[in-house]
């Protein structure tokens, strides 16, 4: 029998301690970071107890791994939205995609350090999924390109290749004091993607 508690179904219970785990990690994964935030910790902060914990997640590597899942999925959606209503030239849509993309992360520093930063300080638990959304996105710019002029050199390695330089510009933000502005970040990346794939700003 499915008993409720506080009006709240075991189903219920559980979706909600997932959710406040969940918003625990998304700020103490940012900072501390991964390597500093024991369970015990989580858990103060989500105010379940440790054996609610397990009931949720695996451990703190799984936990991880959802929440930069649900970056790169919200990340992807700001991307793809942006680059459906961009003008339809070669320009329009990289020009849209790259801010929409640097916007959207530098819009929350904890979305940028899980991303950019705790991405490679994890180690081995986020090596799968990095490569997972390092794929996605590539693919992206494929898709958004390939409609245009050809490329000077393999498509998919050059989307790869941007797909980087644009982590390394976040990194930079994430970790320099003073920040670049958003607004540099966005026209260095320009100025990458405009010189790789040979176009010129045509004023959109």
Same mark, same amino acid.
């Given at each position: 029998m499915n008993r409720s508690y506080r009006g709240m179904s075991a189903e219920q219970r559980l979706a909600d301690r997932r959710e406040r785990l969940m918003a625990a990690a998304y700020t103490l994964y940012a900072k501390p970071g991964f390597t500093a935030t024991t369970i015990e910790r989580l858990c103060a902060e989500a105010r379940i107890s440790n054996r609610a914990f397990y009931e949720c997640? =695996?451990?703190?590597?799984?936990?991880? #791994? +959802?929440?930069?899942?649900?970056?790169?999925?919200e990340s992807m959606a700001a991307i793809t939205k942006a680059?459906?209503?961009?003008?339809?030239?070669?320009? =329009?849509?990289?020009?849209?995609?790259? #801010? +929409?993309?640097i916007e959207f992360t530098t819009a929350d520093w904890r979305r940028a350090r899980i991303m950019h930063?705790?991405?490679?300080?994890?180690?081995?638990?986020?090596?799968?999924?990095?490569?997972?959304?390092v794929e996605m996105f590539a693919r992206l710019i494929e898709e958004a390109t390939i409609a245009y002029e050809p490329p000077p050199a393999n498509l998919h390695l050059l989307s790869l290749a941007m797909v980087g330089a644009i982590q390394e510009l976040l990194i930079e933000w994430v970790l320099a004091d003073p920040a670049?502005?958003?607004?540099?970040?966005?026209?260095?990346?320009?100025?990458v993607f405009r010189r790789s794939f040979r176009t010129v700003d045509d004023g959109v």
């Open positions: 997640f =695996g451990g703190r590597e799984e936990l991880l #791994r +959802a929440i930069h899942e649900q970056c790169v999925e680059l459906q209503d961009a003008p339809q030239t070669l320009d =329009g849509q990289i020009k849209s995609g790259i #801010r +929409a993309y930063l705790e991405v490679r300080r994890s180690g081995d638990v986020l090596t799968a999924s990095r490569q997972r959304a670049p502005s958003v607004e540099e970040l966005v026209q260095v990346a320009l100025l």
